[in-house]
């Protein structure tokens, strides 16, 4: 095609010999509203594409027609431009052809803008109605072609001369430009232009005007005109024939792909989370370059579990974590699910692609070779999905191991996977493994982080005697998730319970280390009954030894359930918050601080804190109610408030303080919360006894268990009872000095006897032989008991077995 040019005037060419010129590209809907507004359309018109579209095309495209230029002379190029058609006539689909035209746009900062135009109306099943195409013409014609500020580059302009014969016909003929197009080709242009994002004008006075670049159409085959061999040593300009200008696509093919590389380079790696990665990287192919992407990964890989081991095979599990298509919806979502895990068998093109690291491309997938791929798949048939189209494989790979693959498709009709695809397949896969081992790398880490702070936080159990237990843990949005908060629930004799939380000073390795070492410590001490305050001064000492870096603050409570009392010191924490169950008050406990762990030289003290059964105590670390720049008062009152909150579970409630403190989930502390329901232990289920320190007082001791676990109901424990309390009250009698022998008797889930004397030695546990006549009564214990334990008290020692009864003990209800 030609540009209509008299022979009668002859352009003198630039300097430079190509350029380029944005142009707009809009689709119209059919209310008449903008669906696509292109990178080109909003230099041009000076409109964002967010300001755009949804909106009448009508208020921002110019609709005027062919205007006639100020100035310009009333020959016959201006009658022709009059003579055009207007774009609305084409918005409004008062004209149901092509048209083209000129118009002008009043543009702040740029004053009065001449604007050429394209109008294509569209056919078929979507709801666009219009392709709209616009171009600056005064860059035409005063050398317009500029540096792209969004990262492209620009050839040098080139100036086509005003007074250029073709430029004056240019406006009246501008329907020649583009050619008559079916509804099928214009469906086509649609399409790539909305891959491309925006097209541009290639043009100068060796080449013809692309006006619908398309990726994969082959370079021409007419060879480029020579210079003129008459032309004057002086480069004078000699009088020849018009030119016949050629396409050049291959130029802007390979400058396409370009920016769709760096498109694509920005758009992926947004985050460090490996699954959103990969759907960024498969959305961004499609439909741009591709109709159909679906990614897949080692499984090893997504599960965080390090670099892989050596080149996959046969047997290696990949799973595909996303599927991208422009196809009808539901089509690939039976035959290659999103999340589902397979092995891909050999002589395939996914298994050639994987084992060799190398891109695959099959520009047809003939009927024979769908055949041959389909069968190699169990129980799948693949033909109706692949037949007919165009196949890229290329391989996700980082310090050259594969890592995973991308499966890229083509329709029929489009464009076939060439040379060139095949290469920017390979980038796109090679710029996306680099962005995917880094997601990889980072959620290997985050998992290491996760199960060293799992592995550091205690199981607690869910239910002690006359206590229930609830916890959560909330990892810190910074330094690897790791902290140093900490909670533990401790089991002691007498039905108690210790509840703890701490806080260590500081984030990261070095904290969850210190917090390991001081849970610990706090551990035995707990165990050795400790009262708090004695407990926290001890672990002060211990940690002034480690270090002075060992700082933390630390709460520590004593329930008993018997005596329906908390015993509780603090170190330097936040108080803890009592819900009362009669009336669902809750109220922060005013406890004597004391300093943080690790200061020395500051007194710790003890109080106690009479509760009912139903009540709540919650412990939580600072991470859960301070906020930067706000007063840790409203994060208490907060606190309050969500624990007062009428809940169904225990674990209903810890729920409802976490969304109610943390909704956004992105507090960088970390964050440990304890919640216990202090059930209590009724006057009925204990029962208690003074024996003296006679002989004959293990008889009586056997006749008074055996008589309560029958009021009980509990007869299958009363032989073994029998027998373990005969031991323990018999070595109560050998041992113990001058006060008398306690046993005492406590129902929950499990039925707990307790021996108490004066001798503070501990009991201990020695091997026996067959002919040794003392030291049996503990293996008899040991033997016979679900649990037991020795602990020393301020009067002597308490020796105690737990025995699980075969008949489980009648439910009491949970109190709120």
Partial sequence: MELGVPPQRTPQPPATAAGRVPLAVVVVDTDGLVSHWSAGARRIFGVSREEAVGHPAGELLPVAGALRESGAPSGAAAADAESGPSLDSSLSGAVAFQTAGRARVDEPGRGRIDVLWWAYPLVGPGRARLLVLAADAGRLRDGAAESDHDGTAVAPGFALDADFPGYRELSGRLPEILPSMSVHEATEIVAQVLELGYPVIEFSHLDRVPVTPDWGVPKHSGPRPSPDPRRPADHSPAPRAAPRPELDLEYAAVRERLEFLNEVSGRIGTSLDLERTIREV??????????????????????????????????????????????????????????????????????????????????????????????????????????????????????????????????????????????????????????????????????????????????????????????????????????????????????????????????????????????????????????????????????????????????????????????????????PVLVRAEDGRAELLDLPTGAPIGVGGVAFETATVRVRPGDRLVLCTDGLVEVRGQDIGAGLAALCASAAHPAASMDDACDTIIRALNPSGGRKDDVALLMARLNGIGADDVAEWQLALDPREVSRARRLVRGRLLDWELPDAVEAAELMVSELVTNAVRHGRTHHIGLRLVRTDALLCEVSDDEPAPATLLGVSADDEAGRGLVVVDSLAREWGTSSTARGKTVWFELAPSRVPRPRPHLW
């Avoid at 196809?327 to 994987?354: K, L, N, Y």
């Fill in 282 to 575: 498969t959305s961004a192919a499609v439909p741009r370059f591709t109709d159909f992407a679906g990614t897949h990964l080692r499984a090893a890989v997504l599960a965080g579990e390090g670099f892989p081991d050596g080149p996959p095979d046969v047997t290696t599990v990949w799973h595909r974590v996303w599927v991208e298509h422009n196809d009808e919806p539901g089509r690939w979502d039976d035959t290659v699910p999103v999340g589902e895990s397979i092995a891909f068998p050999e002589h395939t093109p996914f298994f050639q692609c994987m084992v060799t690291g190398e891109p695959v491309v099959i520009p047809h997938v003939g009927e024979e070779l769908s055949n041959r791929i389909s069968g190699a798949f169990e129980k799948r048939d693949l033909r109706p999905l692949i037949t007919h189209r165009s196949l890229l494989i290329v391989p996700l790979k980082a310090r050259d191991v594969v890592l995973g693959f991308m499966v890229l498709m083509r329709r029929p009709g489009r464009e076939p996977f060439d040379a060139m695809d095949r290469t920017t397949g390979a980038e796109l896969a090679a710029r996306a493994g680099l962005v995917l081992d880094n997601a990889r790398m980072y959620t290997y880490q985050e998992n290491v982080a996760d199960t060293l702070q799992d592995s550091m936080l205690p199981q607690v159990q869910p239910r002690t005697a006359g206590c229930d237990v609830a916890t959560r843990y909330l990892p810190g949005t910074r330094l690897g998730r790791i902290g140093g908060d900490w909670f533990d629930s401790v089991k002691l004799p007498g039905s108690r319970t210790a509840l703890v939380v701490g806080d260590v000073m500081g984030h990261g390795l070095n904290s969850a280390a210190m917090m390991g070492q001081l849970r610990t410590a706090v551990l035995t001490m707990a165990t050795m009954e400790m009262p708090p305050a004695q407990l926290l001064r001890t672990l002060d000492d211990l940690a002034q030894r480690l270090g002075e870096q060992y700082l933390a603050t630390c709460l520590y409570a004593v329930y008993d359930p018997i005596a329906s009392e908390l015993r509780i010191a603090n170190a330097g924490h936040i108080p």
